[in-house]
């Protein structure tokens, strides 16, 4: 996951949102979110990792234009919890986002069309929770970039807490995107992951 900003992004004044906005000062650098009601702290990224996301940044920049915009961390409100959001790697979103805040710094998922992240030290919350998370607030299409397992995982088609298509993809295969999110985007695997590896 990329650099959290210094405060967290959806500050208010529940005893959850004030202790995030509490490690946020205290720990500036790491990412704090607040996901299925319990508080997450990722410390910042290693240079592969941002790597990778600026390679993933490049490969988007025909969608930073016209109806949609490619964005690195910002806050997505997550309607499982009263508390809960999230700060994704980066996002497509819809051009006219900032007409849709949810809370402080934070803003509706309807504005998102996909989320990506790529993995850190604590990858079970980019495969598991996160899955559920995005999965409840219908965010269209999740991807992960998972630098343990060597593969890309592309989710489509949230239903509950869930998402109905989950396909992974090994090096040496090509990834098109659906053109729901702005633009139809081919994404190298092998050259991801390997910006990303360690």
Do not use: W
């Amino acid at each position: 996951m990329s650099a959290a900003a210094v405060e967290p992004p959806c500050a208010g004044t529940s005893a959850l949102l004030r202790e995030a906005e509490r490690l946020a000062d205290k720990l500036p650098g790491y990412r704090v979110e607040i996901i299925g009601g319990e508080l997450t702290v990722t410390p910042p990224p290693d240079g592969p990792h941002g790597e990778s996301l600026t390679n993933l940044l490049l490969a988007f920049v025909p969608l930073h234009q016209g109806a949609t915009r490619v964005i690195q961390g910002i806050g997505i409100r997550l309607p499982d919890g009263p508390d809960d959001y999230a700060v994704p790697d980066l996002s497509i979103v819809d051009a006219d986002y900032r007409e849709h805040p949810s809370l402080a710094n934070c803003y509706d998922p309807a504005v998102f069309r996909l989320v990506l992240e790529v993995t850190s030290a604590n990858y079970g919350n980019d495969l598991k929770r996160k899955v559920t998370a995005y999965a409840i607030a219908k965010v269209p299409v999740y991807v992960i970039v998972d630098r343990r397992h060597e593969r890309l995982h592309v989710l489509r088609h949230p239903v509950a807490n869930e998402y109905d298509e989950h396909r992974v993809h090994a090096p040496g295969q090509h990834v098109t995107l659906p053109d729901s999110i702005g633009a139809e985007i081919t994404l190298d695997v092998a050259a991801i992951l390997d910006a990303a590896r360690p």
